[in-house]
C-alpha cells in the first residue's frame, strides 16, 4: 500500500506531523475501510472507528484482542499465512475473509496488509485495511448459485437417463457449495424404506455399503428438514455410522431432502473432511438444487417408463396379428406394422412405406362385404380422415393372384389439440381363415341339409353333385360296391357333355387299377390327394387308350374320400378340378374329406332306407302268410309278431311286441331249447322241430325253426295241432275200423259156420237165430261202410244235393219205423209232431241219413235203456228236429269236437259203444249243404239233445 508507506515516511518528517495526525484522525473517522494495526503477532494495537460502523465492535475494546479472534475459522489458516507474509515485510492484496460481527452474523471483507517499519527498518507493526464486500460477495455467490442452479437444470434437460443426471446434479452442487464429497440416494422405485446410493463422488463401496440403510427421515415423514452435521463428533450418531463416517475421513455432512409434491424420494448428500458449518445459503442451494432433482427424477424416471413402453409398445406392433397403419390428414402412410404390410401383400413394413399410395391400391379389388366393388373413399381410413370413425369388412382381391382376403377395418380418426384431424389410425384383423372356415361351415352345413334331404340313394347322390359342382369341384363321381362289384352309381361334370363321357369312360374302365386312388382310398380307409392329376395318368390307367382319356377329361387335380359307415367301406367319391378352376389346396382337401364323411353317412342311409323299405315289403307280407312269424331280438324282447303267431298263441301283437318272449310264450324255454337255431338265413328248408307248446292250458304242436342274425333270431311256424289232431284220429280211426270191421265180421263167419256143420243138427228157430245174427251184423258192417263212403264223398265234394220240399212229419214216421225194427227192448222209441208242419227244404236222403244218425246215436249211446224222442217243431221260418235221449250225455268241452271227423269220446266216458267217429261229421256236413244248422247241448251227466234245424221250404 503505498500511501501507507509515503504517510509514514512523511511522519518521520518533522512539523506537519501534528497537523498530520489530526487529519490521520480525521480520515480514519470518515473511511468506511476497517483499518488495523496489529504488532508482528497479530494483537490489535488499533482499530478504527469503523469497527463500530461495520462491525458493531467498540475499537477500544478490541485492542488487545487478537485479529484472528474475529475471522471465519474456515479462513483462519489463510489470514495467518497473509500475516506472516506482511511480517516479513511483504505487503499483500485482495485477501477475502469473513469477519464476525458483534450479533455473530458474517461480513465478507477484502483485505490489505503492510508492514511498519521502525527507524531501524524492522518491521514494528502490521498495518490492515479491510473493506467491506459483503454485497459484492453476495453477488458473486448469487451468480454462482444462478449458475449451479443453471447447469443443474441444463444437465436435467439433457440427460437421457437418471444415472446422468445425479452425476451431473452432484458435480454441480459439489463446486456450487464447495463440498468434498456428495451422493444421491433414493427410495426404491417400487417403494420400500431404503435409500439407496444411486450416484456419489469420493465415497468408497465399504462405505456405501454400510451407511445405505441409515436416513434422518422415514419415508412418511412429512415435510422434512435438512440435517445438517458440522462434525460427526457431537452429530450422536449410533457408533457404528459414526464410525463408518470416520473411518471414511468424513467430518461433517449435510442431508439435504428430495423431495416432490408431499413425497420423500430420496435425499442428497454433501460432506466435508473438515469440520464445517454448513451456511444457510448452502442449504438453500442445495434444497433448490434438491427440489429440481426431485421433479426431475421423477420426469426422468416417467421418461424411461415412457421410452420403455415406447418400445414395448412398438414390439407389440410388430409382433401383434392385426395390421395397423397410421395416415396422416393429407391419406399418406406414415405408419405400418409388420402385420399391416403382410396384410396388404407387402414383404416388409419399409416396402410398404416406401411404395406410392395410388400403386398399392391398384394391387387389389376392393370389395364390400357383398362382393360389390369399394370405392377407395369409402374405406375406413379415408372416412377416419373426413372425421368419421368406421368399421367394416372389406376385401381384398389380389388382382395378380386372384386370391381373396377379408379383413375387419377399424379406422379412428386423431385430433390435435385445436381438434384438427391429424391422422388415422387403422386397425386391419384379418379374418380370411375365419372367414373360410365360416364359408365351410356354412358349405358343409348346406351340404349336409341337402344330403339329409332325401333317402332314395340315387337323389342323395344328386345332391351330392349339386353341392359340390361347380361351387367346390369341376366334377365329382361316386363309385359303390354292389355285389361284390365297384360300380359307378353317379357323375357329374360342370360341363354337362363330359358328363356323359366319365360315365362311359368308368364302365369301361372301372377304377380296378391297384394304382388308381379310388383303389387306395378303399383299401387304405384313408382319403387320397392328388395334386396333379395328368401327372399320375399313366398309372392309374388300364391302358394308353385309358391314359389318353384321363388326358382328354383334363382334370388337374383330385381327392379320393373312402365311404366309410358303420366299419365298412362301401365305396367312395371323387373330386376333381378342371380348368379354370384353381386345383385342390389343402384346406380343399379338408373340406372334401369333410364333405365325404357326411356323403358317406347319407348314401349308407339312404341304401339302409332301401333294404329296410325292401324289409317292410317283407314284413308286410309277414301279415298275411299262414305261418306264425315273430322276431325275438338279443335281449329277448318280441320285435315282430305276425297275426298267424298272434292266433296261434292266442296273443295279440300290441300284447306281444315289446314284451320278453318268455313272458308271452309259456314254457318258453323249453321250446326255445328244442328248436336248434340256424346261424343264417338258408336258401333250402330250415331244420324245423315240433313241439307242444301250452296255449291258455291247451296243448297245441308247433313246427318251428329259427334262424340267427345279428339283432336277434327269427322264428317261423306252422301250427300242426289240427293236422296232428287228424293224423292221430285217422290211426285211431284205423284201429277202431279194424275193430268195429272184424266184431260182425267174426259174428256173421261164426253163425255161417254153424250154419255150414253136417255133424250139428240145428232147429228151426237155431237156423233163424243165427240167420238173423248174420243179416243184422252184415247189416252193421253195411252201415260202417255206408258211413265210410258218406265220408269219403262228403271229402272229395262228390256229394250231389237236391233240396226240395218235404213232408218232415212222414220222414219222421219212417225213419222211426226202420229204427224200431232193431232197437233195443229197453230203449223207448217216442214221436212228438205237431198236426200241422210246414214243408221243410231239404234233400229227403241226406236228411233222413242225418235223423238216422242221430236217431242210431241215442239209442247206442244209451246202453242202460230209456226213452228216445224225436221232436217236430216250427220256429220262425225254420224248421227244428230235436232229437233226445237219456243217456251217457257229453262232456262240455267235447261238444264242439263231437262233430269233428273221426273225433270220438273217450272210450271210457262211451262204455265201449263203438263207432267209426263218422256219423256226426257226416250229419253236420249234410246240414250245413242243405243250409240248416246242427248243434248239441248236454249236461255231460245225463243224455243229450241235438238239434237240426232246416229252412222251411217256401
Ligand atoms: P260214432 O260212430 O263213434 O258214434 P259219431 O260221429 O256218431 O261216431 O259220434 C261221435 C261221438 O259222439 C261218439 O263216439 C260218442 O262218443 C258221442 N255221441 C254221439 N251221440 C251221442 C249221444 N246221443 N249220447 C252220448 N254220446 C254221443
Known amino acids: 500500500m503505498g500511501e501507507t508507506d509515503s504517510f509514514v515516511a512523511q511522519g518521520t518528517a518533522g512539523d506537519d506531523f501534528v497537523y498530520l495526525a489530526a487529519f490521520q484522525q480525521l480520515v480514519l473517522e470518515r473511511v468506511h475501510d476497517l483499518v488495523t494495526v496489529m504488532d508482528p503477532v497479530g494483537t490489535i494495537v488499533y482499530a478504527s472507528p469503523s469497527w463500530n460502523t461495520l462491525l458493531g465492535l467498540d475499537p477500544d475494546a478490541i485492542v488487545g484482542t487478537h485479529f484472528l479472534d474475529f475471522v471465519h475459522p474456515a479462513e483462519h489458516e489463510t489470514v495467518a499465512a497473509a500475516l506472516g507474509e506482511v511480517r516479513t515485510g511483504r505487503s499483500i492484496e485482495a485477501v477475502t475473509t469473513r469477519l464476525r460481527t458483534n450479533d455473530g452474523r458474517w461480513i465478507s471483507v477484502e483485505n490489505t496488509g503492510a508492514p511498519l517499519h521502525d527507524a531501524q527498518g524492522e518491521v514494528a507493526y502490521l498495518l490492515g485495511t479491510a473493506r467491506d464486500v459483503t454485497e459484492r460477495e453476495e453477488l458473486s455467490e448469487r451468480v454462482g448459485e444462478i449458475d449451479a442452479l443453471y447447469r443443474v437444470a441444463e444437465t436435467m434437460a439433457r440427460a437421457t437417463s437418471l444415472g446422468e443426471l445425479f452425476d451431473e446434479a452432484i458435480e454441480t452442487l459439489m463446486q456450487a457449495t464447495g463440498a468434498d464429497r456428495g451422493a444421491v440416494l433414493l427410495y426404491d422405485d417400487g417403494g420400500g424404506d431404503v435409500m439407496r446410493f444411486q450416484a456419489w463422488r469420493g465415497l468408497s463401496e465399504a462405505y456405501r455399503m454400510s451407511t445405505e440403510g441409515h436416513s434422518p427421515w422415514t419415508p412418511d415423514t412429512v415435510e422434512p428438514e435438512p440435517v445438517l452435521v458440522s462434525d460427526v463428533a457431537e452429530a450422536g450418531f449410533d457408533g457404528e455410522l459414526e464410525a463408518a463416517v470416520r473411518s471414511e475421513g468424513i467430518v461433517a455432512l449435510a442431508f439435504v431432502p428430495l423431495v416432490h409434491g408431499d413425497r420423500l424420494l430420496g435425499k442428497f448428500m454433501l460432506y466435508r473432511d473438515e469440520r464445517h458449518e454448513w451456511d444457510a445459503r448452502t442449504i438453500r442451494l442445495c434444497r433448490t438444487i434438491a427440489s429440481h432433482l426431485a421433479s426431475a427424477t421423477l420426469r426422468t424416471r416417467g421418461r424411461t417408463e415412457l421410452q420403455k413402453s415406447r418400445e414395448q409398445l412398438e414390439t407389440i406392433m410388430q409382433t401383434v396379428d392385426e395390421g395397423i397403419v397410421v395416415q396422416s390428414s393429407d391419406g399418406r402412410l406414415v405408419y405400418a406394422n409388420e402385420a399391416a404390410a ?74 390435435d389439440a385445436e381438434g384438427q384431424i391429424v391422422m388415422a389410425v387403422s386397425v386391419i384383423h384379418d379374418v380370411t381363415a375365419a372367414r373360410a372356415a365360416e364359408e365351410r361351415v356354412r358349405f358343409l352345413a348346406q351340404g349336409s341339409e341337402l344330403l339329409n334331404e332325401t333317402l332314395i340313394y340315387e337323389n342323395t347322390i344328386g345332391a351330392l353333385a349339386d353341392i359340390a359342382v361347380p361351387v367346390f369341384a369341376g366334377h365329382v363321381t361316386v363309385d359303390l360296391y354292389e355285389d361284390g362289384n365297384l360300380r359307378c352309381v353317379g357323375a357329374r361334370h360342370v360341363d354337362p357333355r363330359k358328363t356323359e363321357l366319365m360315365l362311359r369312360l368308368r364302365e369301361q374302365y372301372p377304377p380296378t387299377v391297384e394304382a388308381h386312388p379310388v383303389q387306395r382310398a378303399i383299401r387304405t380307409g384313408e382319403p387320397q390327394f392328388i395334386p396333379d392329376v395328368q401327372a399320375e395318368a399313366r398309372k392309374m390307367a388300364h391302358n394308353d387308350e385309358h391314359a389318353r382319356a384321363i388326358r382328354e377329361l383334363g382334370n388337374t387335380s383330385g381327392i379320393v374320400v373312402p365311404l366309410i359307415a358303420r366299419g365298412r367301406t362301401f365305396g367312395a367319391i371323387t373330386f376333381g378340378t378342371v380348368p379354370p378352376q384353381p386345383p385342390f389346396a389343402e384346406s380343399d382337401f379338408h373340406l372334401a374329406v369333410e364333405l365325404g364323411r357326411r356323403a358317406s353317412v347319407a348314401l349308407d342311409n339312404a341304401l339302409l332306407y332301401g333294404e329296410v323299405e325292401a324289409r317292410a315289403h317283407a314284413v308286410e307280407a309277414l301279415e298275411f302268410v299262414d305261418d306264425g312269424v315273430f322276431l325275438v331280438d338279443a335281449d329277448g324282447i318280441v320285435r315282430l309278431w305276425n297275426p298267424a303267431a298272434a292266433k296261434a298263441f292266442r296273443v295279440k301283437a300290441v300284447k306281444a311286441l315289446g314284451r320278453r318272449v318268455d313272458e308271452v310264450i309259456k314254457d318258453w324255454e323249453r321250446v326255445s331249447e328244442r328248436v336248434t337255431s340256424a346261424p343264417e338265413p338258408t336258401a333250402g328248408a330250415h331244420p324245423a322241430e315240433t313241439v307242444p307248446v301250452d296255449v291258455q292250458g291247451e296243448e297245441r304242436w308247433l313246427s318251428m325253426s329259427a334262424v340267427q342274425f345279428a339283432g336277434g333270431t327269427v322264428y317261423a311256424f306252422r301250427d300242426l295241432t289240427d293236422e296232428r289232431a287228424v293224423e292221430q284220429l285217422k290211426s285211431d280211426f284205423v284201429s277202431t275200423i279194424s275193430h268195429e270191421l272184424r266184431t260182425p265180421l267174426a259174428a256173421i263167419y261164426g253163425a255161417a259156420l254153424t250154419l255150414q256143420r253136417n255133424d250139428v243138427r240145428l232147429e228151426e228157430s237155431q237156423r233163424s237165430g243165427l240167420l238173423d245174427v248174420i243179416s243184422s251184423e252184415a247189416d252193421r258192417l253195411a252201415r260202417i261202410v255206408n258211413d265210410i263212403l258218406w265220408a269219403s264223398r262228403l271229402d272229395s265234394g262228390q256229394m250231389g244235393i237236391a233240396i226240395v220240399s218235404c213232408n218232415a212229419i212222414e220222414l219222421v214216421d219212417k225213419v222211426i219205423g226202420a229204427l224200431r225194427a232193431h232197437s233195443p227192448v229197453d230203449v223207448e222209441l217216442a214221436v212228438d209232431s205237431p198236426d200241422e208242419l210246414p214243408p221243410v227244404a231239404a234233400d229227403p236222403d241226406k236228411l233222413r241219413q242225418v235223423l238216422t244218425n242221430l236217431l242210431d246215436n241215442a239209442v247206442k249211446y244209451s246202453p242202460d235203456g230209456g226213452r228216445v224222442r224225436i221232436a217236430l217243431r216250427h220256429s220262425g221260418n225254420r224248421i227244428r228236429f230235436r232229437i233226445e235221449d237219456e243217456g251217457l250225455g257229453i262232456p262240455q268241452a267235447e261238444q264242439a269236437r263231437i262233430f269233428e271227423k273221426f273225433f270220438r269220446l273217450d272210450p271210457n266216458l262211451t262204455r265201449g259203444v263203438g263207432g267209426t267217429g263218422l256219423g256226426l261229421y257226416i250229419c253236420r256236413e249234410l246240414v250245413y249243404r242243405m243250409h240248416g244248422r246242427i248243434w248239441v247241448a248236454s249236461d255231460g251227466r245225463r243224455g243229450s239233445t241235438f238239434t237240426v234245424e232246416l229252412p222251411v221250404a217256401s
Open 342 to 415: 403382410r396384410v396388404i401383400g407387402f414383404e416388409s413394413t419399409a416396402e410398404l412405406l416406401a411404395s406410392n399410395r395410388e400403386e398399392t391400391l391398384a394391387r387389389f379389388d376392393m370389395l364390400g362385404e357383398d362382393g360389390s366393388p369399394l370405392l377407395a373413399e369409402e374405406l375406413p381410413g379415408r372416412r377416419a380422415l373426413r372425421g368419421r370413425p368406421t368399421e367394416r369388412l372389406v376385401r381384398y382381391r389380389v388382382r395378380a393372384t386372384g386370391d381373396e382376403r377379408w379383413s375387419i377395418v377399424r379406422a379412428n380418426p386423431v385430433r
